[in-house]
Every structure is written in C-alpha cells, then in structure tokens.
C-alpha cells in the first residue's frame, strides 16, 4: 500500500513504531465503508465478531479481564510528579518508556497495524484537534469508525506539516506463525497493561487492553487527559461533560453542559424526553464538552466525539427512548447477552429475557437459573450519533453552541438537595470542586457501592495536577469581558429506606426547565444557606412524589452538610496542599459560617 500522505513526520513516526513493532503488514485507514465491513469480516473470520438481527451490528465478547477502563494501570507521565498531582498515577517518563518499549518491541507479530488518523470535532472546526491512533486492533478500527471523525479526509487537513497527537496503542498479543485469535480476545494480562499519557510531549502510549477508554485513545486519553493540559495552556475547558439543547414552549432555546461521574446517567439526561409539555432537549454530546470563549465573551461547546459508547444494561425505551433508537441498525455491541434470535439483551432493557441466552461470558445463560448478570454491568454499545433521533440540527457546527448553564451532579443518597445553584463563578468552582459519587462498575479496580469524591466528575480524566485545574477553572472566571455560564449542582438519587425519592429521567426536565428560567432570569428562587434553590411551588411536583419528600430533597441539611464540610476539610482539600486555590478554602469558610450562622 502506497503512503497516503507526504506529511514527514507522520511518515517517520510510522515508521518508527513499525520497526518497533514488527507487524506483519501496515494499512492506512481511509474511513470507507469498505473499510469497516472488511475490518468486521476479518473479526467475523476470528470468530470474534458474532452477527445480530439487527442490520450491520455485530456483538463481541471481551476477555473477563478486559471489561473496563483500568484507573490503576493509567499514568500520567509527566517530567515532575507535583505536575501529575495527588489524584494521577505517575511514573518518570523515561522510565515508563523503557518499560513500554520493551513490550512493545515485536507486540504485533503476525498482525496487521493499522494507521487511523481521526478528528476529535467536526474536521477543520478550529476547536477540532487531530491525533493518529495506530493500532494492532480491527475492533478498534470499527469502533473509532464510529467514534470519531476517521480517513482520507483527516490527512486533507493535516496537511504536510498539520499537527497531530501520536496515539499509540496495542492489544499486546503477538501472533505466533500460524496461530489464529480463533475467538479469543486478544490483550495482555492486568499487570501488563500500561494506559499512558506523555503530557508535555503530548503523546499517548496504550498497551494490553483492547477495551473502550483504555482502547479507543481519542475518547479519555486525548479529548479529555492530552487536552485537558492544552486547555490548560491555551485558556480553554476540556471537560467530562454531556451538552444539551433545551428548548422552552416559546420556542427559546438554551444550552447545558453537565459534568457527572463516569456511568451516572450522562447519556440519558442529554437525550431526555421531557414529561412537561411543550418543552424539547435536543443532544449535541453525551460524554465531553471542548469549551472555547468566541468573540462575544461566551463559552462555546463542541462535542469532539461522533458516536456514543454508552452503558447498555439499565437502557430501555423507558430509560432512554433516543439511545434505544440510536442503536437499531450501525451499531457494535460488548460484552452484553445474545438471544436465540440473535439479538442482544442485558439487564434492564425492559422486557424479561426471551428464553435462553447466551451470557457476556459465552455461556449458556437462563433466567432464575443464574445468579449472575447475563450482560456484564459495564457492557457497552458503539453507535454513531447521526442516527440518535433527538440529535442537534447544530450538534458538528464547527464553532459550537453558546453555553448558558453548566451541571454538576454525582449519585448521592443524601446531604445534597435536588438542585441548587452557585452564587458566583468562585462558587460554582467550589461545587465542581467536591462532586462525589456512589463507586459503579465503569472502572475495574474499584469497590463498588462506596462514595469517591470526583472533582469536576474528572478524577480519572485530568492530565495534570488537580490543584492547577482548579486554579484553571477560577483563572477562566477572571477573563475580560467574559459571560459565564451559571453553575448548578444537581442530585436525582437522593435515597429513603434505599427506595430513590426523585424518578428521574424525562422527570428531570422538571429541574432543567428551572435551570433554564434561571439562566434566562425569570425563575422563582430564595436564597439559602447553600447556594440558591428554587421555591416550593417553582419546580413542579411529579407523580409519586410526596409533598414532604419533594420539600426533603428541596431543603437545606443542615447536619449532613457540616458532616459533608467536615470531610471536605479534613480528608479532600488537603490533598491538594498549596496548590488549592485561595478561593476554594475562602468558599469552604464561607459555607461553614452560613450553615452555622
Ligand atoms: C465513559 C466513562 O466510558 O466515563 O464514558 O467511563
Ligand atoms: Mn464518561
């Protein structure tokens, strides 16, 4: 195959890791339909790939040690560990390069390396950045298909001399002559397993895994870890955040970007379909938010991503209608049940499995008999965002969509109210700054069920020191002429006798359409210990929502939040030495003074 580009350094880079890696052949990925169907048809020849009933989507089981992102296997290598931070796993870079050189010397013997340039943002947006994944995995080729923006049309613009991100990555499993995947997912065992970000250099570096984030390197490791530290330096926000059109009976529209931890629920809240008549909310993202200022001092949004890879158990057309629909045809599922019929099943999808069901492990799998999930709780879907029928008309506009309001929120059974509201920027930094969040099943090497604190919902995602990036968030406050977002924190799982009090869902348009009022001016809200909250009577209450638990998760308690304080205090800001910014301990104080006063 002849070199599509002339671009020199691209070329020696390319050459660089082929010598390093010794595949059998190299191909340049042009993003063509042909493309996909060939990198499916050789999965489907490994027996890794099984088809499903559903027209072009395919079902792949990973390896029961491959299932999700590995937070303890992630580095953060930059020159000085204070820059990588209290929160980032470090190790030196020259030393993590001996290392990984070492297992990637001859890591793709008998297998085909693959050179996928891609855009994170619509191509040529001047928010978009372009990186270069190779890569030894045809699962990855297929899902970065989807993903992002992939081929021909990426070398256009990158030109002879463009910049681009080196994204390097390898499942980590040499083929011997002869020897076939033959329906075994390929990866390299836990303790070999290296997801590795070069901030300065800006360079990523994954080795082991074939799964997801740790796979696909332009979702996590470059939209979120590699910018953030550009966003940094270039006065932007690379943030974890879902972003949604809200659009009111008046035909007003506003935008929301909204920063969750990893499997709370981001895909559904930017695809909702309200319950309160004549409002719409229409999705432009679903994961993370570039957000620049433009020339009229508002933060402007791009989603980089082209595609969702959600988690599919919990999913159904009750749950979230639009994902339902966005993965009906075109779609690459992982790791959930396969029916009789070749369709895919996982736990709450909304119906009972119809009959037996082969499991996520491959095995036979039925109803009552089992005591184990059919779908492994992190399974995933792959679809491409055009096909989501709530997606934005605006959602690839290149400059982006003006933000009028930005979330945070985690699954938190008690202390935090439903909504409310940051008095200032400094304010709205300081809740970024103590988001926490229930432990779920996105990553491996966690205990499930206990609370984590996750600044900004970016603890696993920030590619520096937590300290600078929250010193960032307030730098971004101080910019001239600047017209910022409002800030909210919200909380849908507040908890009584381990029932959720609030339904969620299409319910919480309730919350947004109050969000908007605010943002617009016109909301009913009273001043508070904690912030601003709205009103009894300015959020509707929905069915099955008693009046004395609507007026519990509206109040303010004052007890847990001392506790919550008391916590902050002692065990979270001070991780953050003098790195903390000023204005986060000032907010601390100030907050403690008002509860107590
Ligand atoms: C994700 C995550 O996959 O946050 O989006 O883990
Ligand atoms: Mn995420």
Not at 129 to 158: A, C, F, Q, W
Request: glycine share 10%; charged share 25%.
């Amino acid at each position: 195959m002849t070199t599509p580009t002339k671009h020199k350094k691209l070329i020696a880079w390319v050459d660089e890791i082929t010598q390093l890696t010794k595949p059998e052949k190299v191909e340049w990925c042009d993003g063509s339909q042909a493309e996909y169907d060939k990198m499916i048809k050789i999965m489907l020849d490994e027996k890794l790939a099984t088809p499903l009933k559903r027209p072009n989507c395919y079902l792949f089981r990973s390896d029961p040690s491959d299932v999700a992102r590995v937070e303890n296997r992630t580095y953060i290598a930059s020159k000085n560990k204070e820059d990588a931070g209290p929160t980032n796993n470090w190790i030196d870079p020259n030393e993590l390069k001996k290392t990984m050189t070492g297992l990637y010397d001859g890591c793709m013997e008998g297998r085909t390396m693959y050179v996928i340039p891609f855009s994170m943002g619509p191509i040529g947006s001047n928010i978009a950045k372009i990186g270069v994944e190779i890569t030894d995995s045809p699962y990855v080729v297929s899902n970065m298909h989807l993903m992002t923006r992939v081929g021909t049309k990426v070398l256009e613009v990158l030109g002879d001399s463009g910049e681009f991100i080196p994204c390097l990555h390898s499942v980590g499993k040499p083929l011997q002559a002869g020897e076939k995947d033959n329906g075994k997912w390929p990866c390299a065992p836990l303790d070999k397993k290296y997801i590795s970000h070069f901030p300065e250099e800006r360079t990523i570096w994954s080795y082991g895994s074939g799964y997801g984030g740790n796979a696909l390197l332009g979702k996590k490791c470059l939209a979120l870890r590699i910018a953030s530290v550009a966003a940094r330096d270039e006065g932007w926000l690379a943030e974890h955040m879902l972003i949604l059109s809200i659009t009111n009976p008046q035909g007003k529209k506003k935008y929301v970007a909204a920063a969750f931890p990893s499997a709370c629920g981001k895909t559904n809240l930017a695809m909702l379909i309200p319950t309160i008549p004549g409002w719409k909310v229409e999705t432009v993202g679903d994961d993370i938010a570039w957000m620049k200022f433009g020339q009229d001092g508002r933060l402007y949004a791009i989603n980089p991503e082209a595609g969702f890879f959600g988690v599919a158990p919990g999913t159904s057309l009750d749950s979230n209608y639009n994902a339902m629909k966005s993965i009906e045809k075109n779609s690459i599922f992982t790791n959930v049940a396969l029916t009789e019929d070749k369709d895919v099943w996982w736990e709450g999808i909304g119906y009972k499995a119809p009959g037996k069901l082969i499991d996520w492990l491959g095995n036979e799998w039925e109803e009552g008999k089992s005591d184990k999930p059919a779908a492994h709780p992190n399974a995933r879907f792959t679809a491409p965002a055009s096909q989501c029928p709530a997606v934005a008309p605006e959602w690839e506009d290149p400059k982006g969509v003006p933000i009028d309001a930005i979330l945070f929120g985690g699954r938190r059974p008690s202390t935090i109210p439903l909504v409310h509201q940051a008095r200032d920027w400094n304010h709205g930094v300081f809740i970024g700054s103590i988001v926490g969040s229930e432990i779920t099943a996105a990553a491996l090497d966690l205990q499930a069920g206990t609370i984590r604190r996750d600044p900004f919902a970016m603890l696993p995602f920030c590619g520096y020191n937590m300290g600078d990036y929250f010193q960032h968030w307030i730098n971004i406050g101080k910019k001239e002429g600047a017209k910022l977002p409002k800030i909210f924190f919200v909380n849908w799982f507040r908890k009584k006798d381990g029932k959720f009090i609030w339904p969620g869902y299409g319910e919480n348009s309730r919350v947004l359409k109050w969000v908007f009022e605010q943002a617009d001016g016109t909301g009913k809200f009273q001043d508070t210990a904690i912030g601003l909250m709205p009103t009894v009577d300015a959020i509707d209450r929905p069915e099955g929502v008693s009046e004395a638990d609507m007026k519990d998760i509206l109040s303010v308690d004052k007890e847990g939040w001392l506790k919550e304080i008391d916590d902050i205090r002692k065990n979270h800001y001070p991780k953050f030495g003098n790195k903390l910014p000023k204005e986060l301990s000032v907010a601390l104080d100030v907050l403690e003074n008002r509860l107590k006063g």
